[in-house]
């Protein structure tokens, strides 16, 4: 019994931990984005090239960023696959028809540069980045 | 042999070190559109120790006639409209021989995420990886699982001319439904291993294809990381080219016409994968069957074959990855050309491939990487066979085609 509470003290720290890793990255989107929140089976289903819209309406696409702990960290939250599974996943769509890539950017600045500049823009950065001229979509 | 390798390797080295310039040229301005070029390359290198294996001279030194090459230029028009093309050739042994081919062209328009309508010659949803078993880059495996993705076979299910219909419907707590159907026409290219295989009946094919149409439905179930999913193809296939009847049927030594056509072809394929981390494990069956009349109709041909695979993957690090399959396939035919009897037995080597491999992928840099893979093959399914080909072809098997078979398979590539 007292193994099983230390279990699940244990358990239950890590998820408090896994929040707060959680909370280091932020998805943005263009100002013209109707959303406001976004689901995470929404989130993923848009940077794997399955969806192309939100629900709601309005066209969104997709924007990378090529490398660095805040695009691990992405996926692995969200995505729930590792860089080299995820780019493959990409290039399967892209060289059978299916889909185009989306840019990858260099990093945070580049990223909200594009976003705030590009209708239907959405991308993920570092929450402690500056992000004028895009507005942050809370995840549900 | 040895100037015909370093010929490869030379060309390989200037095809790199020129690609390499090029790699990162990825957009054309159009106006006001974006034009995204991409493009990939392999090129492999295959030894066995016995047999030679999908129409290369493998055994002995062993072979690098297999290579392909791709590229691609897509355009977004609107936000819910895409168009695109890809030019794509190969030479697998005596298979493609360089002649390219319009891999895939194309206009998708998503009306909504439940209804999408692709157009042009599009490449067919088959199963796990049969729309991408050319994408080398995307696969752990230097040679997808034969029983279910042989490469020698691959024009037989890989595109159609025609049209397809397809969505996303999530089912709330269930998961999410993606379902594909289509309808076409499916132009196989004559350098492939079935028309290569005729070859030694006297039978130059010069055009095959015919109406297909079928349909994929894949289950994300609501356990994570849990895909399944079936699919259903049927095919009309008629054949033409000519004959030489003094090869097969004892006759002169002249070309006629000839055709074959199919009563009945399907293939049905079950697949599952499961991602977890950086583990990922697929299973996937496949059922083939075909009932047709060969020889302008004077003779049957009723063939099936069923494939399972079980493969596992494993991402350790970022240039480094791992994985192994067991490979299944089986066979068995009635040809009503007299002399032509199949082994009463699967456990005849002439009626199975079973195949053990293992796989080691190393991603050098961000556009590079090599393959080194073994497999290790019980069974050639088509030494008796006369009319479906399993890897292993009489034409360049001369000395006849032994039970087993060991290959090392190398295979290096790019993408960008």
Redesign the interface.
Known sequence: MKELSCSILLLAAASIVAVHAQAQVIVIANPGVKASEISKSDLRDVFTGNATSLPGGGNVVPILLKAGTVHEEFLQVYIGKNDTAYRAGWRSLVFSGQASMPKSMDGDAAVVEFVGHNAGALGYIGKATPHDGVKVLSIK | MKRKLSRYVAGGILTALTLSICLHA?EIKLGSKTV?V?G?GTQGFIHTNDNNWLTMKTSNIGSGAFTDA?V?M?M?VR??L?I?G?GYDRRLGQLGDWHPQLD?A?A?Y?F??WLGF?GGK??TVLGLYN??Q??D???TFALLPQSVYSIDMRDATLSHIGGDVYG?I?AQRYG?F?YTGYVGDQIQSTHGGYPYLLTVHGIYINKTGGLTYGGDLRWQMPV??LLTGVSYEENHVRNTGELNPSVALGGPNVLVPYWEQSRSQFTKQYYAEY?H??L?VDSEYRRFWRDFTIFDGQFLALIGTHGWYQSAAY?VN?WF?FGGYYSHFGEDWIVTVPGQVEAASESDPSRHIYDKVVTARF?MYTHWYVKAEGHLMGGNAAGNNPMYPDGFYTQVNLQGIKPNTNALVVRAGF?F
């Open positions: 990825q995204q991409h990939f791709g691609n897509t977004q936000s819910n895409r695109g890809q895939w194309l998708d998503r909504r995420p692709r599009v490449k729309d991408s050319d994408v880059s995307a696969h996303t999530k999410k993606c994570k990381g991602t981390g950086n990922r991402q970022k990855e991603d993408s």
